[in-house]
């Protein structure tokens, strides 16, 4: 039986979007198809990326070469041609789009209303069933319906996306699947925790949460500084890193810091973390939060958590729960006080981390992206 022809429309490192999600579907599904990805050499401005360009750096950005895969970067936002070139010559008999963001909609409605015409079954992967930020939510709903209403078959990340496809949309049920992002193992040499926190200038003795990713409103970075003054009145030798790029006002966090007298108790690096030291900061920390105020997806922080067997407490918002197996890790958003009493009962039992890492290592493997992909293709499958 000859294999199936998948095209994927999305982006690739360098550039940023959906990049390394996009970068693992791509070699998973070439171990099951023969894959053609039509993807973007310009995607939007650097201004609409505060402190840093719209191309990421490090090996983790590298897409090495890939059998059965032809990849095709022709795709430009501002350039209409170009739409009309990818829906013309895509040559898959599924067309997998790749979802994301609404400023898009022109690109991929072109697209996508072409291989419709040349009688392409069209799946499309949403990744933000809403924009994470509520600006301009009337147009974004707008312009993901218009997107929407040309696919066959939609895959979300989250049993919770399910629903929120359904009721926000109107699409059927029976029309959605859910399949997880995939986890890569990022890790590969595992760093002594020791030498890790000595490359990053960190105390060696006291118990690390790590609060990892690009600093947005929603994330509630300003929830778990709350949550530290409580923390730190029972727990003395704990400390808060926080690793990431601000893409909000700072000042609101460093209010909240100065207001509590938290300096001793906060480390910042306050810039964009390359791949090539992500080893560091999650080799050197005890537990990872993921306290986020509203969220509708899965998180990639979260499955690049998992890979690293590091203990986490996240929020019942959106997919995070599916992160963790311990449901005692699941806080309510918005609440400093539950997190911070789950924060001191995890890291108060040595035996209840060494647990809570050994599941994350569970869901890592039933993350795999050989398992995404096969879903994948069963997906490809009921189509044709």
């Known amino acids: 039986m000859s294999k199936l022809k998948v095209t994927l429309i999305g982006t690739l490192p360098p550039v940023r979007g959906v990049n390394i999600y996009c970068k693992d579907l791509l070699i998973s599904l070439s171990n099951e198809a023969i894959v053609e990805f039509i993807g973007f050499k310009v995607l939007y401005p650097n201004f609409l990326y505060p402190g840093r360009k719209n191309e990421e750096k490090g090996d983790r950005y590298k897409v090495p070469e890939i059998k059965n895969a032809t990849i095709r970067n022709i795709l430009t936002s501002y350039n ?71 696919g066959d078959i939609f895959i979300v990340h989250s049993l ?42 960190l105390p060696t003795s006291k118990k690390i949460i790590l609060f990892f990713g690009g600093i947005r409103e929603y994330k509630g970075l300003d929830v778990i500084l709350e949550a530290l003054p409580i923390i730190s009145k029972k727990m003395k030798n704990v400390l808060l890193v926080v690793a990431g790029h601000p893409w909000v006002d700072w000042n609101k966090y460093a209010e909240i810091i100065q207001k ?28 990872a939060v993921l306290p986020y105020r509203d969220f509708m997806s ?9 890979s690293y067997e590091i ?54 493997n039933e993350y795999s992206w050989d398992t995404v992909a096969k879903k994948t293709m069963g997906a490809y499958r009921g189509l044709l």
């Open 80 to 150: 209409p041609i170009s739409w009309f070139w990818a829906g013309l010559t895509a040559k898959g008999n599924v067309i997998h789009a790749q979802w994301w963001i609404p400023i898009l909609a022109p690109v991929y409605f072109v697209i996508l209303s072409i291989c419709k015409f040349r009688n392409k079954r069209i799946v499309i992967t949403v990744h933000n069933v809403l924009p994470h930020e509520n600006t301009y939510s009337n147009i974004s709903k707008f312009l993901n319906k218009m997107i929407l209403s040309l």
């Open 160 to 201: 919770r996306n399910i629903d929120e496809l359904h009721n926000t949309y109107g699409i059927k049920k029976e029309k959605i699947v859910r399949i997880p992002i995939g986890t890569s193992r990022l890790g590969n040499n595992k760093i002594e925790k020791k030498i890790s926190r000595e490359k990053l200038g």
């Open 260 to 287: 509590n007298n938290l300096e001793e108790y906060v480390q910042l690096f306050l810039k964009f973390i390359p791949s090539n030291e992500m080893d560091y900061f999650y080799y050197a920390s005890d537990v």
């Open 298 to 306: 899965q998180s990639a922080v979260g499955s690049d958590a998992l």
């Open 311 to 364: 203990p986490l407490i996240v929020s019942n918002v959106g997919g995070l729960p599916e992160l963790v197996k311990n449901k005692t890790c699941i806080v309510e958003p918005n609440n400093p006080s539950e997190l911070a009493n789950i924060i001191l009962t995890v890291l108060s039992d040595e035996s209840l981390l060494i647990k809570l890492s050994k599941e994350s290592g569970e869901l890592f």
